[in-house]
Nanobody, 115 residues
Framework: QVQLVESGGGLVQPGGSRGLSCEAS????????MYWVRQAPGEGLEWVSS????????HYADSVKGRFTISRDNAKNTLSLQMNSLKPEDTALYYC????????RGQGTQVTVSS
């Protein structure tokens, strides 16, 4: 069955950086667009970033553009998200997903940005 397992979350100071990873299994990873979505406390799911199967196309939400970088390694079935210049409003549960709305997502990893 499809499994998406995120890791790398934690407590980060404002202005800091954090890298998230997602290990995928149970489907042909290299042929799928992949996504990061997040859910802040008390809010709904928010799309963060997308990447095409061959990594040639990436998209970012305006709120993270220029600060976050999505990448993937199809040989290792892993998806990554490098987050720089983190802000308190980036605090959320971060999920990797197979769809933009996050309907098919992992269990998430918590990122808390606070001093």
């Amino acid at each position: 069955q499809v499994q998406l397992v995120e890791s790398g979350g934690g407590l980060v100071q404002p202005g800091g950086s954090r890298g998230l990873s997602c290990e995928a299994s149970g489907f042909i990873f290299r042929t799928n667009w992949m996504y990061w979505v997040r859910q802040a406390p008390g809010e709904g799911l928010e799309w963060v970033s997308s990447i095409s199967p061959g990594s040639s196309i990436t998209h970012y939400a305006d709120s993270v553009k220029g600060r976050f970088t999505i990448s993937r390694d199809n040989a290792k079935n892993t998806l990554s998200l490098q987050m720089n210049s983190l802000k308190p409003e980036d605090t959320a549960l971060y999920y990797c997903a197979r769809d933009e709305k996050g309907a098919d997502r992992g269990q998430g990893t918590q990122v808390t940005v606070s001093s």
